[in-house]
């Protein structure tokens, strides 16, 4: 199709900085950018041997069966759970993402929700816009000093928020498949266990069929009614409709949402509960995080066309 190698872009991962350093080297094909997208890529798919994706569209098997000579997929993110990487590991595929650049972000953006689902942030902008501070004082909140506080997905991003929860003498717990014996913090190998111990519990943890609903009702019925749930991971993670039932019912008492299940798309139940504060997925969304992402996704692909390695592969590709 052209003398460059050929790029294909999938979604909205690629920035004007991106577009211009990848353009010096490849032929950039933005799939969103054809009419007919399936007849586009049955035509030229088998020339496309590498993809610039983000974690939201991945490459999904759809699209998967007409690239039959894709040797490099770059994601633009840390979750890649919309692209099959054991399935390309054992087809020689190497994928990458961008972990570690956007792991304080991500931190931040947790005690950010807690900050402010504990003090009822929303709720008394509201208050004091609509006027309501002129009749009366807002209602008490509840303090984030000395609570008992567990991760769920103690990884790069989990240990970044422990780190930052020391300010406010948290006592940390963890839940994750092993135990890390390196760890200062209490391990539970029970989730429920570690839910019904905790005020707080920060779900940081991959997507995928390995964690699908692993915060389940039974979970956040041990989490209980002054129990304070934050997804900062994947929406799937959590049963979104027990969350919702549980928050109606009063057996959880408050949430904190950057993901969703259906994302964009967002239980409207929860669009009325003050007890609740809802983000649109923007963990790394920061001016400075996501130029970090951009570069490390595009120079993973130039140093694999360059010299056939990358500088992060996911860890299914770690010995491809």
């Known amino acids: 199709m052209a003398d460059k190698p050929n790029l294909l872009v999938i979604g909205g991962a690629m920035s004007a900085p991106m577009r211009d350093a990848l353009a010096e080297v490849f032929t950039i094909h933005k799939l969103f950018d054809q009419d007919d997208q399936q007849a586009w890529l049955t035509a030229n798919g088998a020339d496309m041997p590498s993809v610039l994706t983000d974690g939201h569209w991945g490459v999904r098997p759809e699209i998967m069966k007409h690239l039959p000579n894709v040797k490099m997929i770059s994601c633009y993110g840390v979750g890649y759970d919309n692209i099959d990487a054991a399935d390309c590991a054992a087809r020689g595929i190497m994928v990458t993402h961008t972990p570690n650049v956007l792991n304080a972000e991500v931190a931040n953006t947790a005690l950010l929700l807690w900050l402010a689902t504990s003090r009822r942030l929303v709720r008394d902008d509201r208050f004091v816009r609509s006027g309501g501070w002129l009749k009366g004082s807002a209602p008490l909140t509840h303090s984030v000093d000395d609570r008992k506080v567990g991760i769920l997905g103690l990884g790069r991003i989990g240990e970044e928020l422990a780190r930052r929860l020391a300010v406010f003498n948290a006592d940390i717990s963890y839940h994750t498949r092993n135990k890390k014996p390196e760890s200062p913090?209490?391990?539970?190998?029970?989730?429920?266990?570690?839910?019904?111990?905790?005020?707080?519990?920060?779900?940081?943890?991959?997507?995928?069929?390995?964690?699908?609903?692993?915060?389940?009702?039974?979970?956040?019925?041990?989490?209980?009614?002054?129990?304070?749930?934050?997804?900062?991971?994947?929406?799937?993670?959590?049963?979104?409709?027990?969350?919702?039932?549980?928050?109606?019912?009063?057996?959880?008492?408050?949430?904190?949402?950057?993901?969703?299940?259906?994302?964009?798309?967002?239980?409207?139940?929860?669009?009325?509960?003050?007890?609740?504060?809802?983000?649109?997925?923007?963990?790394?969304?920061?001016?400075?995080?996501?130029?970090?992402?951009?570069?490390?996704?595009?120079?993973?692909?130039?140093?694999?066309?360059?010299?056939?390695?990358?500088?992060?592969?996911?860890p299914e590709c770690q010995e491809s």
């Open 185 to 314: 913090y209490r391990y539970y190998p029970s989730l429920v266990d570690l839910a019904r111990d905790v005020e707080v519990l920060f779900c940081i943890t991959p997507g995928g069929a390995t964690t699908h609903h692993l915060v389940n009702r039974e979970v956040m019925d041990a989490l209980g009614p002054d129990g304070t749930l934050i997804n900062v991971g994947r929406g799937p993670v959590v049963d979104e409709a027990e969350m919702v039932k549980a928050l109606q019912d009063g057996r959880l008492g408050n949430a904190g949402l950057d993901v969703f299940e259906e994302e964009p798309k967002v239980p409207e139940a929860l669009f009325d509960m003050d007890q609740v504060t809802l983000l649109p997925h923007v963990g790394s969304a920061t001016i400075e995080t996501r130029k970090a992402m951009g570069d490390l996704a595009v120079n993973n692909l130039l140093q694999f066309q360059r010299e056939g390695t990358v500088i992060s592969p996911v």
